[in-house]
């Protein structure tokens, strides 16, 4: 038997022959990783005993694996470049809260000044109210990466192993933005992924202004995804595949010896065909 194995820092495929994990005692990490079939299908009925995982060529015991549940903070526009898009921004975020299951989830925006309007603490029956009361101040700035800032502060007082933010932009992507020492390092420090939908209404699949060259830049930092639409209809889209593809993460945890470090991580599984894709370890 094979396993196909993936390096999170290369993230190809390998075959490695099967070996008897090494006896181990110690403390657990956790990776986050999407397992698909050969039709690129997500696989998520999957157990501990389909797993395997090497660090620095050594064989790890993992322990469990569980659909991924990590915090989530969305942020979405509410400049004055947004009036027109907002109420399809709200309904495309509470659809895209509805399909991420059962975690915690606080909500944001980002018009001058950035807000939290719920907190990972609420409970979700109150985000409906919550988002209704949101509009578009016709006299504010998109202030994106101040709002990302606000949703790491967030994401960094309740310390999880892993985190998303997904920022939901409507004005278009020209003034540059923040990216200054003081609002950049929250984002970073709360090692969250961030996610960016931006509608670039007007502007051409062109060159990318240095704007959306600098949240692009910001998405691929922390391992995100930017992706661009042109259409008001199409901020419901863009969620649901982000909201597809965080529903299918898995977390598998593994025992690990104290104080070993995560070097040369490799996720496998034992399914004939199957495909996996290392998404991060933590602690880090």
Do not use: C, W
Not at 88 to 107: H, L, Q, S
């Amino acid at each position: 038997m094979q396993f196909v194995l993936v390096p999170f820092v290369l993230a190809l495929a390998l075959a490695l022959a099967a070996e008897t994990p090494i006896p181990q005692t110690g403390t657990s990490r956790v990776s986050l990783a999407v397992v698909t079939d050969p039709r690129n299908r997500p696989i998520v009925d999957i157990g501990a005993d389909d797993f395997v995982i090497q660090e620095a060529g050594a064989t790890r015991e993992v322990l469990s694996v569980r659909p991924a549940d990590y915090p989530i903070v969305i942020l979405f526009d509410t400049g004055a470049g947004a009036r027109d898009d907002v109420a399809t921004i709200r309904k495309a975020v509470e659809r895209f809260i509805d399909r991420i299951g059962e975690r915690p989830v606080a909500v944001g925006t980002f018009g001058d000044t950035p807000v939290m309007i719920a907190t990972f603490e609420d409970d979700r029956t109150t985000f409906g109210p919550k988002l209704d009361a949101a509009i578009a101040n016709p006299h504010g700035q998109s202030v994106l990466t101040r709002g990302a800032a606000l949703g790491g502060q967030a994401i960094r007082a309740v310390e999880p192993l892993f985190a998303a933010i997904v920022i939901v932009s409507a004005a278009p992507l020209g003034e540059m933005p923040d990216t200054s020492g003081e609002v950049l390092a929250p984002i970073i420090d709360s090692g969250a992924v961030v996610h960016v939908i931006a509608n670039r209404a007007g502007t051409g699949a062109g060159a990318a202004s240095p704007a959306v060259t600098a949240i692009r830049s910001l998405a691929e930092q922390t391992h995100g995804d930017f992706t661009s639409i042109y259409t008001a209809a199409s901020y419901q889209t863009a969620l649901d595949r982000l909201a597809d593809r965080l529903s299918t993460e898995m977390m598998i945890e593994y025992l690990v010896p104290n104080g070993s470090k995560p070097v040369d991580v490799k996720v496998g599984v034992k399914i004939p065909g199957a495909r996996v894709r290392g998404l991060g370890v933590a602690p880090r």
